[in-house]
């Protein structure tokens, strides 16, 4: 099976730049959606970044308003590791951030919006995103 594992992260003040990485293995089925997704304490889990890896619109992002501009995604196509460089973190970007990836989903269209505690790649067709990370901790001091 697929498996994530992120690294990268860490405490910086307000202003600060991280980028964190997620490392991809036991690929046998192409991912078509692999985005990041972060959740704070006593929030809901929520979408952050996605970028489609596989398929006619490869290399398209999708990111939440909170963060365009600041945050941007990217990917090895070689090794499917997926990264998010993150600049002028603010304190409200503090969460636990987690590795998401879509594997083997076809052409769907890669959302990044999470509802009752799921998350979806296709919220329409009832798509989630089926492999995840274990996570990384994000801290931004004021």
């Known amino acids: 099976q697929v498996q994530l594992v992120e690294s990268g992260g860490g405490s910086v003040q307000s202003g600060g730049s991280l980028r964190l990485s997620c490392a991809a293995s036991g690929y046998t089925y192409s991912s078509y959606c692999m985005g990041w997704f972060r959740q704070a304490p006593g929030k809901e889990r929520e979408g952050v970044a996605i970028i489609v890896g596989d398929g006619g619109t490869a290399g398209r992002t999708i990111y939440a308003d909170s963060v365009k501009g600041r945050f941007a995604i990217s990917q090895d196509n070689a090794t499917k590791a997926a990264y998010l460089h993150m600049n002028n973190l603010q304190p409200e970007d503090t969460a636990m951030y987690y590795c998401?990836?879509?594997?083997?989903?076809?052409?769907?269209?890669?959302?990044?919006?999470?509802?009752?505690?799921?998350?979806?790649?296709?919220?329409?067709?009832?798509?989630?995103?089926?492999?995840w990370g274990q996570g990384t901790q994000v801290t931004v001091t004021s």
């Open positions: 998401a990836a879509l594997v083997g989903g076809g052409n769907w269209v890669c959302e990044i919006g999470c509802d009752g505690g799921n998350c979806y790649a296709n919220f329409a067709l009832g798509v989630k995103y089926n492999r």
